[in-house]
């Protein structure tokens, strides 16, 4: 089941209801309820998905009890958190990179034989978000940033909340899991932001994505035969189409959750509008770059020691956020590549320059910082070919093909309609996210006080998206992962 | 909460009207997109498709039934009214219009072959969006499918995934519901089709209502006439399959006191160079197959 299918359409409502009218007088009853209805939400993938999702959930709620009550004997307990990371991550690993390992191995060491070392399992979706979910429960417990639950239910709420729950934001338990230990309240002005923030949700998914992807795939699907233009046009929509798809997602999650009285984090703040790549990476994806930050960079010490080490630190996090995404080289690549732009702000000590946003308080952004924006854009769409590519090897021929332009009349493929269309909804969405750049989304309506114009603007953007509502739509980028 | 809802249900109830009023707006302008399907339904609707010799069946109507030809040969007004990839449940829909708002032909000819009795797909659902919400057409289309019927009546929704601004061309495409290409695009003959693409098959109720329209044609004192137009390659189909078809239509022909051509062996169904694919002819086969068409109605004394 996805967001933008018609039976969610209908699962919705009806779990609203239940939620609030039914369930809602008995906090247990009502995440028993939430369990159940992830549950229902997940399974529609493959109801086979619900087995690893239980026992990961399960034995990292087991191990936060075991952990806490061996806190007295820090050996024990660090032993207890680190099975329990690595039952997570080798279950994460067997279904997500075994097969890539064993082809590597076999294109190295057995000519590229792979007879009976490749196990083909088909990828649960969401493994990635909610192993990474439940570890980091289990090393808070670790730290004593918080005291474990003996509820499972709660827990398994946490785990499982199905508007989060296939491609984040990965939550953290000092955040989430309190809110399902107390009481929740609807909240008018809460629930109908979210039902805001999803609809912009929707629209970006629908309108910007989904119809940039038409245009990707065509020119990715054959690169030799397109114009240097042209391949730099579908750089430029994919930029755009993976922004919208996922931050689209995020948008109706989070805009979702609300709805029923939960706060999310945030996953993306305008990244697109940041003025060097440090900004960029805590605008973007914030859920798994603060996870690696904090479990991952931090414990091998962060900024605070020697230059190379700081190097070397830095290498490792980009490289494993990029074989976070997938079992490809293109991935590790993607990653390669950040990192070799942001080692330089971080060993100048620059990379924490640009904290606020961008122009506060002036309609545009100066001269400078516009060249800025357009230069971080440029570097971090290059990127993106990389992550794009099916291989390294179609990597480099796009990026061949950039270059090979048989006239400057190519440049008319950026006044063709295909693409002209598209940069008019993607400019739309830009300026509206530049103007609510301060807010938590791009139709947060602060500045807008007349209801009729509120109303104006809904039905607008609503009639946009039915318009261009696909029931064969493509799923959501980040479901791969 | 209750504020809540109730807020949500008066939104919704602004947004249908929102939806409905966006709806009208974008049908009326969808009526006039220059594709064939919607200058057809657009002729038939207001009136504009009034004739004679009115030659009904699928999209084979519009591409070999050339009017000009038709019109010299018999000195009457000819229209192609094909329906572009439906069967007889959707043509009778279509005859059932052009009833209700133009005038009584004297002449009606009705293509029949294998897939008369068909099953209605989603294939070019879109030509009958902006008439969807005329009620004779609602209530014709609501009792062959009530389904489709309500997917393709929400307002504005039913437009969803639609390419509009590509149904725009400088110039209308058909010519009293006549269209065609010079060239031929797909090559290969039917009789490369599979056993089950060209099984005949005879669904009860289909027949029934193909029954009842022929006797209701009658009734309206309007001549009538059935025709099997030529399919390329045709004459290496198998053999029973072909007698199998024509001895089922010229049963029914001879049921009902009806003449039955029978044009799918015709010489030119061997020339490729007639058709644009296995089906359609092309401009030229078109006024070769008219020219015949046109004759034998005036030896017939049809007219």
Not at chain 1, 308 to 322: D, E, H, K, Q, Y
């Amino acid at each position: 089941m996805t967001f933008n299918s018609l039976i969610f359409a209908a699962f919705l409502p009806i779990v609203f209801c239940l939620y609030w009218f039914v369930f809602g007088r008995n906090l247990r009853w009502q995440n028993a309820f939430v369990v159940a209805a992830s549950y229902v939400f997940y399974g529609w993938w493959n109801w086979k998905f619900l087995i690893l999702i239980a026992i990961t959930s399960f034995c990292s709620w087991g191990s936060g009890l075991l952990i806490y009550n061996c806190k007295d004997d820090r050996r024990k307990a660090r032993w207890i958190s680190a099975a329990n990371i690595i039952l997570n991550l080798g279950i994460l690993g067997l279904f997500k990179y075994y097969d890539f390992f064993a082809q590597s191995f076999a294109d190295l060491f057995l000519g590229g034989k792979t007879d009976g070392i490749l196990l083909n399992l088909i990828l649960p979706v969401g493994i990635s978000f909610y192993t990474f979910q439940a570890l980091s429960y289990s090393i808070d417990v670790y730290r004593g940033k918080i005291e474990p639950t003996k509820d499972i239910v709660q827990f398994f709420a946490y785990v499982s909340f199905f508007p989060q729950l296939v491609a984040g934001p990965i939550e953290r338990s000092t955040n989430l899991l309190p809110q399902f230990g107390r009481e929740r309240v609807f909240d008018y002005s809460q629930a109908v932001d979210g039902l805001r923030q999803m609809l912009w949700g929707y629209f970006k998914k629908i309108v910007i994505a989904d119809w940039c992807g038409i245009y990707v795939d065509k020119v990715f699907g054959d690169i030799p035969g397109q114009s240097g233009a042209k391949l730099i046009a579908a750089g430029i929509l994919f930029a755009f189409q993976i922004y919208a798809d996922f931050s689209g997602y995020t948008d109706i999650a989070i805009g979702t959750a609300k709805l029923f009285g939960i706060k999310l984090m945030r996953n993306f703040a305008t990244p697109y509008f940041s003025r060097d790549i440090a900004e960029f990476w805590r605008r973007w994806h914030i859920s798994l770059t603060t996870w690696f930050r904090d479990y991952l960079y931090i414990p091998m010490g962060g900024s605070r020691c020697s230059k190379p080490r700081v190097a070397l630190n830095t290498m490792v996090i980009f490289l494993v956020s990029g074989f976070w995404h997938g079992a490809n080289w293109t991935f590790i690549a993607w990653g390669a590549f950040h990192a070799l732009l942001f080692l330089p702000l971080i060993l100048t000590g620059n990379n924490r320059k640009y904290k606020e946003i961008v122009a506060p308080g002036r309609i545009l952004p100066s001269f400078k910082e516009f060249w800025q924006i357009l230069l971080t854009f440029s570097l971090v769409t290059i990127g993106w070919v990389i992550f794009r590519a099916d291989s390294l090897s179609q990597a480099w021929s796009f990026f061949v093909g950039v270059c090979h332009w048989n006239s400057i009349g190519e440049i008319s493929v950026f006044f063709k309609d295909d693409f002209l269309i598209r940069a008019v909804w993607i400019a739309i969405m830009l300026f509206v996210e530049w103007i609510d750049r301060g807010e938590e989304h791009g139709l947060s309506m602060r500045g807008v006080r007349h209801r009729a114009i509120r109303y104006a603007i809904y039905f607008a953007v609503i009639l946009v998206t039915i318009l261009y509502f696909d029931d064969g739509s493509p799923k959501f980028i980040y479901f791969q992962f | 909460m209750t504020f809540f809802l109730k807020k949500l249900c008066s939104f919704g109830i602004l947004l249908i009207a929102v939806l409905l009023a966006a709806d009208y707006c974008l049908s009326k302008v969808v009526r006039h997109a220059d594709e064939p399907n919607f200058e057809i339904w657009r002729d038939v609707m207001s009136g504009e498709a009034s004739t004679d010799i009115l030659i009904s069946g699928d999209s084979r109507v519009n591409t070999d039934c050339y009017p000009p030809v038709i019109d010299s040969v018999t000195g009457l007004r000819s229209y192609s009214c094909g329906v572009i990839g439906h069967h007889f449940t959707i043509q009778k829909i279509r005859y059932d219009m052009y009833k209700r708002y133009n005038e009584k032909p004297v002449l009606l000819v009705q293509f029949v072959d294998n897939w008369l009795y068909g099953s209605i797909s989603k294939y070019d659902y879109q030509q009958f969006l902006p008439w969807m919400w005329n009620p004779y057409f609602l209530l014709d289309f609501f009792e062959i499918d009530p389904s489709q019927t309500v997917s393709m009546s929400i307002p504005w929704y039913r437009y969803h995934g639609l390419s509009i601004r590509d149904m725009f061309h400088e110039s209308r495409q058909t010519r009293r519901g006549y269209y065609n290409f010079d060239k031929y695009r797909i090559n290969s003959p039917v009789s490369r089709l599979s056993d089950s693409d060209l099984a005949f098959r005879i669904k009860p109720r289909k027949e029934s209502l193909f029954r009842s329209f022929l006797s209701e044609v009658s009734a309206d004192g309007i001549k009538l006439v059935l025709v099997m137009a030529p399919l390329y390659g045709s004459s290496e189909m198998p053999e029973d399959l072909c007698e199998n078809i024509r001895r089922y239509f010229r049963d029914i022909s001879e049921e009902y006191g009806i003449p039955f051509l029978d044009y799918s062996n015709m010489p030119l169904s061997d020339d490729k160079t007639m058709f644009i694919d296995g089906f359609h002819l092309n401009r030229k086969g078109s006024r070769v197959f008219s020219d015949s068409l046109a004759n034998d109605i005036v030896n017939l004394g049809l007219i």
